[in-house]
Structures are given as structure tokens and as C-alpha cells.
């Protein structure tokens, strides 16, 4: 059964909607900046600069609903809104409509405030909404109360895999039945002291304060840690046969995926990369192909020393030689790491580059490490008129691996 994408949606540090995040990533633009806030001084924090959105949520949805829902529900909200306008606002018995959400976090913001006000006002002041707006599953439910899904709402936390197992997750549920169309992806809005604070200590972030619009790098030798985004991005998957059905716009098949684990380290990649390389190899299993179809990666690429030479040895792991025929995007040096909504905003950029035949370049690469000799893209390049085969990585914290599968129709 093929599956297949027929509407995408993003909320980024690059635009407001899918298109103006796509226009701004051909463009070599950089989603990143100084963080104009008070508590970033207040707090005396190491790293004052983020991918921060575009454009605030607070801009796109009416205070009622804004009140309501944590900054990370009020992301997805914005990004499954167009994601099903794009698709047509398909007509379908909500029994066979689900979701399949994801977060790394989750409501971080609420659940913070919240204790600010127990501690400052005492327990009378803290909402009433407080839980249900920290859940992780807050931003599932709200999209799904919203589009009016019945046939299951589930959400994925598994670090910076999260939204690529839940595309995953998606694609595996219309293969058995349980619904003809489902809206996937993920949201994150993390961009808070703590957060921050918590990464830093770990020398996980970039602390380029002075040049915050180069600060991810990845590949190149001096990148020196990852930049923290928020956003969200929303795919539209349906079964081929509903979506010919009804006359719908097709952006790509999506083949599938494969999601591994490490059991190596809390907080860092296997080195050698094989159970990342694994999820890919099951992935072109999955799409019945051959390593040598594969002709585009949308790396997961996060621009930490360890991280970026770990997925290196996997993409070599599983490619060997074709590895210099595969030209390779690396597309959080423009849009920061989305934590769990990164797998889907770079789902749906390879979407893009196979839809409009156009593969999004990498910025910041100035040096590139010699001990990582891959074909990056570095300007926007463009795609043979033929059959391509793309993949985009995700690996999270906890020695998550997801690896989705895209073909051009």
C-alpha cells in the first residue's frame, strides 16, 4: 500500500508558513539571533542567542486560544492549520482521520511559570489549566480536537526523534488500516532559561553570543555545538487510493521508516554509527531499493563535534562508495535544532527538494572537516529529472534513531 503527502505546514525560525520557511532556507538565510528578553541577563545565562520563531504564535492565533494552550501547542496548532488547508481540508468521516503527534519537551513554558506563580502567589493563582497545557501529548490533542480526529490521537517523545517517529508511526497505522488520513509532525518551544541553562552545562550549545547568525555549522571544523529552535511542521499522509480518490494534489510517496536504538550513552551517539546505520538500511529495504538509489540525505547534522562525525560514520556504514554519489543537506545550520519538531521540518524539506526538484543548500559551512568528505550542498542545487530516493535522519538523546524514506512521483 502506498502511502503518500498531500499537505505540509510549518511555523520556523525561517518564516511564518511551509513556504516562506522553504524561500528563506533556498535563500542561505539564517533563522538565528540574539535573544531580546529580559530573564536572558536576569539569569546571567552563557548562551544569549536562539532560532527563535519567525513569527510569534501570539501574531497568528486569537488570545482565546493562545491563553489556553502552551507555546508548544499553539505552535502545532499553526503549522496543522495550513498543513490541512494545503491539503484541501479533505472531507472525511473523522473516524478514519487520526493524528500522530510528537514533542521532545512539551510544555515546558507552562509547567515553569506555573511553578514561578506556586512559589510567588501560592496555589490559588496557578490556572486550572496548568496540566492539561504541560502534557506532552498537549499539542496532539489540540490539533486533533481542532481538525476533529477520532481515529486516534498518539504522541511520540523520544528526544530529537520524536516527529520522525511519528511520521513513522503515521505511515505504519495507514498501512494497517486504522485510518485513510492522518495529520503527522511535531512542535517544540523550548527556547527558556532553563532549558538553555541545562544544554549549556552540558556543552551541547554553540556559544557564539557575538555571532549568533553563523553559529551552527555543521561540518565545518570549527562548529562548536548545536543552536536551539522552535517551531513546527505538519505533513498531511493519506493511502494513495484516497488521495487519487479525491482528486488530491501529491507532494511525494513516503516509504516509510525504520527507528533503532544505541544502547550506548544517555546524551551521545554510538561512534560508529551502527544502529543509525541500521534504520537506514531498513528504510531503502522498505522502499524495495537498492543503496544506490538513494541520491539525497537531509542529515541530521546538529553541528556538535561528536554528533556530526557519528552520523558521517553511519551514512559511511551504510554507503560505502555511493556515499560520494549522495549530496547531503544539512538544513539546522538555517533553522536551529527544533528538538522534537526537527525530524519534521526536515521531513517536509525533503519533501520539498524531491516535489520541486531543488535540494536546500547548507550555510555556515566555511571549512569543512576533512575527516567528514561528504557532498554537501552548499547553494541550492538542482535535481535530476529522474526517480530519486531521499532519506532524513533523526537521532535523539537516549539513543533514539529514526530514519524516514521519501520517493518523487
Known amino acids: 500500500m502506498k502511502i503518500v503527502v498531500t499537505g505540509l505546514g510549518a511555523t520556523t525560525p525561517l518564516g511564518g508558513t511551509m513556504r516562506e520557511s522553504w524561500d528563506a532556507l533556498l535563500a542561505g538565510e539564517s533563522g538565528t539571533s540574539t535573544i531580546e528578553k529580559k530573564w536572558v541577563t536576569e539569569n546571567e545565562l552563557p548562551v544569549t542567542f536562539a532560532a527563535q520563531a519567525k513569527v510569534p504564535a501570539a501574531d497568528v492565533l486569537p488570545r482565546f486560544e493562545s491563553k489556553r494552550l502552551d507555546p508548544s501547542s499553539q505552535f502545532a496548532l499553526i503549522a496543522a492549520r495550513e498543513a490541512w488547508a494545503d491539503a484541501g481540508a479533505p472531507e472525511i468521516t473523522p473516524e478514519r482521520f487520526g493524528v500522530d503527534w510528537a514533542t521532545g519537551i512539551g510544555g515546558v513554558w507552562t509547567l515553569l511559570d506555573a511553578w514561578d506563580t506556586l512559589r510567588e502567589k501560592g496555589p490559588r493563582r496557578v490556572l486550572p489549566l496548568t496540566v492539561p497545557m504541560l502534557m506532552p501529548n498537549g499539542p496532539a490533542a489540540a490539533v486533533g480536537m481542532d481538525l476533529g480526529a477520532r481515529a486516534g490521537i498518539r504522541t511520540v517523545v523520544s528526544a530529537c526523534a520524536s516527529s520522525s517517529e511519528s511520521i513513522i508511526n503515521a505511515v505504519e497505522h495507514l498501512r494497517a488500516g486504522y485510518a485513510d488520513v492522518i495529520i503527522t509532525g511535531g512542535s517544540e518551544a523550548a527556547i527558556h532559561a532553563l532549558p538553555i541553562a541545562s544544554f549549556a552545562a552540558m556543552q551541547a550549545l554553540s556559544t557564539r553570543n557575538d555571532e549568533p547568525a553563523t553559529a551552527s555549522r555543521p561540518y565545518d571544523v570549527s562548529r562548536d555545538g548545536f543552536v536551539l529552535g522552535e517551531g513546527a511542521a505538519a505533513l498531511v499522509l493519506e493511502t494513495e487510493e484516497h488521495a487519487l480518490a479525491r482528486g488530491a494534489r501529491i507532494y511525494a510517496e513516503v516509504v516509510g521508516g525504520a527507528v533503532t536504538s544505541d544502547a550506548h550513552h544517555i546524551t551521545a551517539p554510538d561512534p560508529e554509527g551502527s544502529a543509525a546505520a541500521r534504520a537506514m538500511l531498513e528504510t531503502i529495504k522498505l522502499a524495495g531499493a537498492r543503496i544506490e538509489d538513494v541520491t539525497h540525505v537531509n542529515a541530521h547534522a546538529t553541528s556538535t563535534p561528536v554528533g556530526d562525525i557519528a552520523e558521517y560514520n553511519a551514512l559511511q556504514r551504510t554507503f560505502g562508495d555511493h556515499i560520494q554519489?549522495?549530496?547531503?543537506?544539512?538544513?539546522?545550520?538555517?533553522?536551529?535544532?527544533?528538538?522534537?519538531?526537527?525530524?519534521?521540518?526536515?521531513?517536509?524539506?525533503?519533501?520539498?527538494?524531491?516535489?520541486?526538484?531543488?535540494?536546500?543548500?547548507?550555510?555556515?559551512?566555511?571549512?569543512?572537516?576533512?575527516?567528514?568528505?561528504?557532498d554537501v550542498v552548499t547553494t541550492p542545487r538542482p535535481l535530476k529529472d529522474q526517480a530519486h530516493l531521499a532519506i532524513s535522519n533523526s537521532f535523539g538523546f537516549g539513543g533514539h534513531n529514526a530514519v524516514v524514506g521519501f520517493r518523487n512521483v
Open 325 to 374: 554519489n549522495i549530496a547531503v543537506s544539512a538544513t539546522k545550520a538555517s533553522t536551529g535544532h527544533l528538538l522534537g519538531g526537527a525530524g519534521a521540518i526536515e521531513a517536509a524539506f525533503t519533501v520539498l527538494a524531491l516535489k520541486e526538484r531543488t535540494l536546500p543548500p547548507t550555510i555556515n559551512l566555511m571549512e569543512q572537516d576533512p575527516n567528514i568528505p561528504l
